[in-house]
């Protein structure tokens, strides 16, 4: 017997009833926690930051391929600081006011994190820095996943004095990271009975290092202990490479391996030396599974380095965090960050209680014209992190940041 008309309507309206209440008990996909990146895609220091956003993306696509955080997805909202410390603060706001992100991975250079610093504090935000610095400062908002001048500057110092000589040549951009390593690499050179023979400055994304060069020619220095960063490197290698100084030993704080490539083999520094926490040439699985990742993501000719590793291991530390506080909710996060460590690509990476920094081992590598570093020399150990070093007060160093950095520590 043929359904009537009504009954198809009846039959149609109440399978629609049931499936509207099918859809009405699935539960809603969660909300994605979601982390600002802010670093610089553009500008003069874009060749350095943007493969930082590379190492946050990696760890974060890690991270959902297991299945995410707390039963939610982790989510990047990306934003270009420009190269400009204005931009950086401005862009921090937005994306803790406006994005609602439960946490920061940002910054490079340390003008660019003093204006960041405040934001954060203000917003009582969550913020991983994975430079390596001159230290002198601590947040309770901050965790650095870079090292401090008893992690680098200090040892690397020591080094160099030792190995190639104390008549020294001060190099760096015009910025707080340099002038404050300069005065800690002084004070070592005069306890070293060393000679400082000049120190020098140029903006950050300047090219012409001629005067440079002809003092360097001029003075005949046993080192210049290099605090350049971003693209002005590679102008400045190319300049000494130019005027055949291939063989001043030269000791860089702030060139890894993805600013030795950009050098080109051409221009290659033959003693020229870097000092890191990680280097690409490390050995051990764990390093040679991050490689292999990394450049299994982004292809096989990309570099690591130093602060691509930090940047990584800052938001490994995070997810474990979120796990065990159990909420993306930064206050929280920010109590259970000071349990954490991890089997990191460099190490054991443990976060220090008393100074949110980390426990890290030095490095130190002799530039090859490939673009990587062959291991000199390594301090063997865990390096307590020291942001204040030990032969000043802390006051002592707060107020040489106030009065002659004219910083806030």
Request: aromatic fraction near 10%.
């Amino acid at each position: 017997m043929p359904l009537r008309r009504s009954h198809l309507l009846v039959i149609a309206a109440t399978l629609a009833t049931v499936l509207a209440g099918v859809l009405f008990l699935r539960p809603s996909p969660a909300p994605p926690i979601r982390i600002g990146v802010l670093h610089s895609m553009s500008g003069t220091m874009s060749m350095n930051e943007r493969p930082l956003v590379d190492a946050v993306r990696l760890a974060v696509e890690e991270i959902n391929a297991a299945g995410g955080l707390l039963g939610r997805p982790v989510e990047m909202v990306v934003a270009d600081g420009r190269s400009d410390n204005d931009v950086f603060a401005a862009e921090a706001e937005r994306l803790i006011a406006a994005e609602k992100v439960s946490a920061l991975f940002a910054c490079w250079t340390s003008t660019c994190r003093k204006a960041v610093k405040p934001v954060v504090e203000k917003h009582q935000n969550l913020m991983f820095y994975p430079l390596q610095y001159e230290g002198l400062e601590q947040s309770p908002a901050i965790f650095y996943t870079g090292s401090v001048p008893n992690q680098q500057i200090i040892p690397g110092t020591r080094w160099a004095l030792d190995t190639l000589g104390k008549r020294v040549y001060l190099l760096g951009s015009d910025y707080l990271f340099p002038y404050a390593a300069n005065f800690i690499i002084r004070d070592m050179v005069d306890a070293n009975n060393g000679t400082v023979l000049a120190e020098r400055y140029r903006p950050l994304g300047d090219a012409d290092f001629g005067a440079i060069v002809a003092e360097i020619r001029a003075l005949k220095p046993d080192v210049v202990f290099n605090t350049i960063n971003g693209e002005s490197n590679t102008h400045f290698f190319r300049a000494l490479h130019a005027a055949g100084l291939g063989t001043v030993p030269v000791v860089s704080f702030s060139v890894a391996e993805v600013g030795l490539v950009d050098i080109e083999p051409e221009a290659h520094h033959p003693n020229h030396y870097a000092v890191w926490n990680y280097f690409q040439s490390l050995p051990g699985e764990a390093n040679l599974r991050f490689v292999a990742a990394f450049q299994q993501r982004y292809g096989a000719d990309r570099a690591t380095n130093d602060p691509i590793e930090a940047t990584y291991v800052g938001v490994r530390l995070w997810a474990q965090a979120v796990r065990e506080a159990g909420t993306d909710a930064p206050e929280q996060v920010n109590h259970a960050v000071l349990q954490q460590s991890t089997a990191a690509p460099s190490g054991i990476a443990a976060i220090d209680r008393d100074t949110r920094h980390l426990w890290k081992q030095v490095h130190i590598g002799k530039a090859r014209a490939d673009g990587q570093f062959d291991l000199v020399w390594g301090s063997g150990e865990l390096l307590r992190p020291a942001p204040f070093p030990d032969y000043r007060s802390r006051l002592e160093w707060q107020r040489l940041v106030e009065v002659r950095f004219g910083a806030t520590p």
